[in-house]
Every structure is written in structure tokens, then in C-alpha cells.
């Protein structure tokens, strides 16, 4: 649960030694506390030529109370921006050393970009910028679904971006994220939950993904930005300890009543993780035939906005030394329970209009494990069931996502062995492992009402994980 | 070009000093070689509930001459086998340490599994059969592409398959390689040509692939096993050297006549590659503005079948180094040229009805890849190409895909400082790096007449590399 060569290097002894050695210094990364400003600072701002976005980014940048700042690419910010009240100047590069003016964040509009012969301003725009950004700073390059796009060359160019986010996210190191959003047409208003996500310390360890924001036809419900989750009930299953309470704790700070879920022989564990969060401990075993009827009865009376699928289990063999039960039991905990629940919660009606669903799946599902393939085929299932269930969810304006997060400093990975467990904690861009809190921020970010235009996809939570396939 | 250490293990003296100190021994991989047989040896098959690829199976695999064993879950495949001449049997699992009766492939029909619990005889197929697979052996598994099931419950089982396949390619090493395809309903008939590609020493590289077969209204062509490229005109950019030479002469040995296509300060080797090929020696830069209809020009009398978008360079800098001029070239000859070079083949009609064009992407287009920002974006753009395209080109009966190589011994990958070149080649399953032949008998794969089916993929060509997105 402790990374000691984080700490190490972020000694002042240890930084020196690092440094006079060429080790690897990963930054300590700047994580949402509620007693500290979640934005402030420079946001620099570019733009390809015809940037749909941008008068959109003003609005929601001025309701963030940071500052954004015009590159020379992006002409037409600067008055955009005073029309929506945003602090606002000209881009300047910040002199190497100095920490004087440096930028919080970096934000690309490639909305516009038709044609791979238009990218020499988002070139010029990183090109720029880059050395100006702070550490644990932000890169968000907002683009259009490339199936989206009206013609074969406008489609390639949004479809290479990708190739451009996550080598920026792989260069950039510092604690440094870099992330692609593709907005629908008509879905320019949707982004705000999801640019507030990614601008945050919330998104900590969440880099190299794209995720695509669909237009939406029924209005967003009136929410507050500082508690979102406010009179929503939220049901976490596996949520005594890990992971689970870490969910529990963040939908709860975020204003949901939390119905925590856990087997029988975590009860106490689980009793005291709700007592702290003013939530409900329900102990079923979520494999157990009976357990979906019971808790669809036992939510019945004021029914379920949020449903976090969080419980799981590894019996990591070989497959040729796998006993049968190990196989079956992987399957059925991780995935199969998953599958009768939602049918009973969506049956009774007990997920309500406008709900959301969020597996937990894992890198493991996206690229398979050596020893996990039990583990890694229920993963992949939950892929599975996000891409499958989000068209028949639509007309209840349910949302259902997964994310995937790659090594996390838990319980279960402190009993790796040292030298793997190393190598997947450095494998990544932040040259770390991740914490349980940043796999909470990023459901709460999913299970947030303006996501609304976020359904069927799955978002890394794995620092840049180099695994994948 | 060398791998010495994969050679130094594989020598008797090696062989025992790896064993010794437990350190990596990557097998030597079985490639395919005129003068050895493609196809032999025993095929253990197994099968899930009500498997709908069997019949079709039984006529592919009698017509390799491989005997096909079955699992006790395959109980119609002895009566079908029969049917069809195959030779067959039950399969009897190898005693551990002989090398007697082991099996060449392992195949399992899911195409029939609707829901995860039905997976218990993927489990115990597997599970039983594993250990008798011999080396550079084949495990392939036949399921639906999930977007085609009709419930979600088949959809969720279907993508769980694609974990399975992935950890078993990463259990399995001693180079052998596990892939799944997905058969759409009514494109059981048009398997024959991706079966015998991934049974065959020729996908020696090729592991974890998930490759889709669609169905076509259009009769197939008709042509020969032995020379099905005979007859057809083949374009290969940057055909002078290294993974190009190697496309051109493994499209040659299938029957086509090739055309070569290389900048003018490469002709000499060109006119010698293509000399030996008896292939056409055409010296043009792709990216002049010029080349594309005099190119179009030069093939017109005959047209030309298959067009092979091989030709691409790498000005590798991070971006805040990069200048414009490296940052425009490499979109421009590995992006911008091929959207160039097709449209006015298409436009005039040069590139036939029934056509193929299949790019080279690469791993760093999938996963981004610091100090290639701009080579990544060119090779994500490359996969924009293919999945932008592909609907356009169905009518015409002309497929485009791309190959996504990983790390490929070349002239290139030689010039990597000795660790990271260590560290690209031992992180996949095969612990070794590719041989440009695996990547371009991946393209006469997806150039066969057979692979009509397939359109707007990628397959990686990278051992089952660890790296991806």
C-alpha cells in the first residue's frame, strides 16, 4: 500500500541522489482535497482552424474562475472570453527554470480540423506550451467522434489525434495527463462534468484515454457543481474495504446516500465504512441466488440513482492448473452476478430514469494476464456489458460505463512479489501506482448527472499504463 | 538485425546456462518455408454448446490434410469429420515430457455460447488440452462479433472471449500463439482463408488478435491455395529494402506481379529487388505533389489489384524539440501521401473492382509513443484511413485494412540503444522480436481473394506485445 521509492526520491536526499544517478523521480501527485482550490491558474488555449468549441470552453472555463490565455492559434478567444467574464491575456512562453507563470493547463480545440494538412497549428500549440505547463498539469485536446465525421478525410484526422494525445501523455512525464475528448455534434454543452473532470486533481491518474461525450435529447436535471450527487442513493457492492470503500466515500462527499454491499463476513468491516459515511450496510453475497430479489426489495421503497458493480475476485493459476471452481466462481462473482442484478434492479424499476451504471473492469480484461484468464474473461465481459446495455439504457436515459484500472496500491497488490510489483508500478507515465481514490473520482465523474452524454465506454484508470493491446 | 541473445539460448551450450540460472529461453519460431510442409500434424477441437462453425471447419481443415482429434466437448465433430474425409480421432491427452502425439493447433467453437455460463467447456477444453499443444503450436477460437448477437446476455459472453484468448497467448509462450475470430452469421464459408493463415508458420507473429469476418453478397474469385495472388498486379511502396523488400517478395511467391514504388535515391537497390522479383521498378517520391496521377498513370493499361502503403520514415524527437519541418514531413509521406496516392487510383479506376489496399500502422499509432508524436499521429491516422474507408469501398468489392507491426528486426530497430532495444524485443509472448517476413505474410493474408471479409481492421504484427492502449 506504500510506494517507498516514491517517498525515497521525493526526499530532499533522495532527489539528489536520484538525480545525480538518472533514476527515475516520479512526481507526488497533486490529488482533490476539499480544503484546497480544486482549479486556479493559467489555462493556455489553441485551436485548429473553425474550432466549434470554443465559445462553449469560455463559458465553462469562466465558471472555474481560471484564467485562460489566447495562443497565437486561437484568435478568436480573447473575445469570446471577455464576453463570458473569463481573466484572460496572450499566451508567453515561460523562461526554462522559472516557476513564474506557468500553466495549469494546456487545451487544444481540434473541433474544426477536416483534414490531416490542418495540423500545423496544434503542432505549434504543443510545440509552444509544453515546457510552460506545471507539473501534474493538463493537457485536454477536444476533437470530434471520428464515426461521426462527415467525410473519409476529416474522419482520419480525428481518428490520428489519438496517436498524438497519448505520445504527449507519454512524454510529458511530471505528473503530467494528456486526454482526448470527442464531442458530438450538438453535444458542445454535455463537455462541462467532463472538462471539470479532467482540469481537476480528481483526475490524477487517469491520462491516454479518449472518451466520447453523445448529444442527448431530454434536458440535464438542475444539479449543484460543489455536491452533484445530492439526494441521488448510491448502491456500492464489495464496499467494506479497498477500492469499494474509497467509492463509498467519494459518492458520499459528493452528497449521495450510499447502500453499501458486502459478503457476510466482512459485516463489520462493512458496518463501520457506512457508519462513517452516514450510509447502509446491506451484508449479501452478491453470487448468491436469492441476493438480487433481496436487495431489489430491500432498495424497493425509495429505489437507486447510482449502481458501482465493484465487487470481484481474483483465483489467479495457470488455466492448465486451474481447478474447475476457480474458474466458475471468477466468472460468476465478477460477471454473472453483475448480470442478475442489474436485470432484477432494471426489471422492478429500482434503477431509476436517468440512472447510471458503472462496472469495474481492468486492464487485465482489455490485454489478458498470464494467470488471470478467468479473472481477465470476466473483465473483458464487463466490457461486454457496458458496449451491449447502453442502447437499450438510452430511453431511460441510464447511462452504463466501466473503468479499468491498471496497477493500484491496495491490499491485493502489496502481495505481489517486489520485482513484478515494480515494474507495474514504473510501467506507466506517472512511474507510480495509482490509489483507490483516483478509481473513485473517476466513477464519481461518471456517475455525475452531467454526464449524461457518456454511455457504453470503458475509461483507463491506470496512469498510462504501457499495457493494453 | 541479429538477435544474438535469442540465438546464444538456443545453443546447446546456451540452452543449459539459461535453464541454470531460470532465465528467459524464447523459442526459435517455426516460419514457413516452400519446401516444408504448411499444414500437419493433429488439431485437438473442442466446442461449446450448439457450435455453428463445425460443418464449415470439417471442409477447411480435410482440406489441409490435418487430422482433427476430438475434445469430449466436440461430440458431433467425429460423424462431421467423417463426412468430410477428415482423418480423425479422439483426443487423447500427451503424457508430460513426450513429445509423442502433441498436438499442432488447438481449436474451440463458441460460436454457439449465448451466455457466460455456458463457458465451462472453454474451460475445460483448455484446460485438458494446453500442455499437449507443441511448440509454435496454434490455438484459435471461433465466436460472433459481439455488435452482431442478439441479446446482451450473447453480446457480454462473445467479448468475453477476446480476455480468454488474450491470456492465453500470455500463458502459453514457447511461441505459440492464440488468437480469436469472429465469425458474422453467414461468413462461416468465408473462414478458410484467416483459418489457414493462423495455422499456418506464416502468423508466427501474430498473437492476441481478434480478427472480424463479415459477410459479402459477391461470389468469391476463383483461384489457387498454391498461387492465389497469381494474376493480380500488386503495388508496394518502398519495396527497395527491409519490411517493403520483404512484402514484394512474399506477394511474388503467392503469384503476383509486383510493382515497386521507392524514392529515386534508393532505384539502384529498387531496380535489384524488383530485378530479382521480376517485378516493375518504379522511382518516385510518394509525397510529390505530382506522383499520384503520374503513378496512376504508369499502372493504367492494367490497373492494379493490391496496393500496399509500406513506404513511411521517422523523424523521432520530443514535440517541444520537434521542428515543423519533421513534424509536416512525417504526416506528409506517411499520412497525407496515401490519402493522395488512393484517391486518384480510385477516382481513375486504377485500383479494381475486388481490389485490396492495406497500410502499416504500428503499435506507436495504437498506444502513442514519446519523442513520436508525429510518427504516431501519421499511424493513428493510418487506422482513420482503414475505418473511414472500408464502408465507401464495399460496393467496389475492394477491402482496406492495416497491419500494426511491433518490433520488427530491421536496419531501423538496430540503431535503438542496446536496453531499450532489449526491452522492445523481450515484452511480448514470443520474448523476441518479428521478422519483417511475419508482417508481410500478414499483408498477403489480408491480400488473398479469400480474405473478402475482412475490411477496416488492424491486426498487430508484434508477438502479442505488452505495449498498447
Known amino acids: 500500500m506504500t510506494d517507498a521509492y516514491l517517498n525515497f526520491v521525493n526526499s530532499p536526499f533522495g532527489a539528489r541522489l536520484a538525480s545525480s544517478l538518472g533514476l527515475p523521480k516520479p512526481e507526488v501527485l497533486r490529488r482533490y482535497r476539499a480544503d484546497q482550490p480544486e482549479f486556479e491558474g493559467l489555462i493556455a488555449v489553441g485551436a485548429g482552424p473553425q474550432p466549434r468549441m470554443l465559445e462553449a470552453l469560455a463559458g465553462m472555463i469562466a465558471r472555474t474562475g481560471m484564467t485562460g490565455v489566447a495562443h497565437e492559434s486561437a484568435g ?8 463570458h467574464g473569463v481573466m484572460t491575456g496572450r499566451f508567453e512562453p515561460v523562461a526554462s527554470g522559472s516557476s513564474q507563470g506557468r500553466m495549469s493547463a494546456l487545451l487544444f480545440d481540434a473541433s474544426g480540423i477536416e483534414d490531416v494538412t490542418q495540423f500545423d497549428t496544434l503542432y505549434a500549440f504543443f510545440h509552444d506550451a509544453l515546457r510552460s505547463l506545471d507539473k501534474c498539469g493538463r493537457m485536454v485536446v477536444f476533437g470530434r467522434p471520428p464515426e461521426a465525421c462527415a467525410t473519409t478525410r476529416q474522419w482520419t484526422a480525428q481518428r490520428a489525434l489519438e496517436g498524438f494525445t497519448r505520445s504527449l501523455g507519454k512524454e510529458a512525464r511530471r505528473g503530467i495527463t494528456s486526454n482526448l475528448i470527442h464531442v458530438a455534434p450538438g453535444a458542445e454543452a454535455l463537455t462541462e462534468a467532463t472538462l471539470r473532470f479532467f482540469l481537476s486533481p480528481r483526475s490524477a491518474y487517469v491520462s491516454g484515454q479518449v472518451v466520447r461525450i453523445d448529444a442527448v435529447t431530454h434536458a440535464l436535471p438542475v444539479f449543484d457543481w460543489k455536491q452533484p450527487l445530492a439526494g ?52 449479501f453475497d452478491i453470487a448468491a441466488p436469492e441476493t438480487p430479489a433481496q436487495l431489489a426489495a430491500a432498495l424497493d421503497e425509495n429505489g437507486v440513482d447510482i449502481v458501482v458493480h465493484n465487487a470481484g475476485v481474483t483465483k489467479d493459476k495457470t488455466l492448465a492448473k486451474m481447478t474447475e471452481a476457480a474458474w466458475r466462481s471468477v466468472i460468476d462473482i465478477n460477471l454473472a452476478a453483475q448480470e442478475r442484478i442489474d436485470d432484477a434492479l432494471l426489471e422492478a424499476g429500482t434503477l431509476r430514469h436517468g440512472g447510471r451504471i458503472i462496472g469495474v473492469s481492468s486492464i487485465s480484461g482489455i490485454a489478458g494476464n498470464a494467470g488471470q484468464s478467468n479473472y481477465a474473461t470476466s473483465k473483458a465481459g464487463v466490457i461486454g456489458r457496458v458496449q451491449s446495455m ?80
Open 76 to 83: 478568436l478567444w480573447i473575445p469570446l472570453a471577455q464576453r
Open 232 to 283: 441521488r442513493r448510491a448502491l456500492v457492492t464489495g464496499a467494506a474495504r479497498g477500492i469499494g470503500a474509497s467509492i463509498a466515500g467519494v459518492l458520499a462527499a459528493e452528497g449521495a446516500r450510499v447502500i453499501g454491499v458486502d459478503i457476510p463476513s466482512a459485516k463489520e468491516a462493512l458496518d463501520q465504512t457506512m457508519r462513517a459515511l452516514n450510509g447502509t450496510a446491506l451484508a
Open 390 to 469: 447502453a442502447p437499450h439504457l438510452r430511453e431511460r436515459h441510464i447511462t452504463i460505463n466501466a473503468v479499468a484500472p491498471g496497477f493500484i496500491e491496495t491490499q491485493m497488490t502489496a502481495k505481489i512479489p517486489f520485482a513484478i510489483r515494480e515494474a507495474g508500478r514504473r510501467m506507466n507515465s506517472m512511474s507510480q501506482g495509482g490509489q483507490p481514490v483516483d478509481v473513485a473520482q473517476t466513477i464519481a465523474w461518471l456517475a455525475h448527472p452531467g454526464s449524461a452524454g457518456i454511455t457504453g465506454q470503458v475509461v483507463r484508470v491506470c496512469g498510462q499504463s504501457l499495457i493494453g493491446a
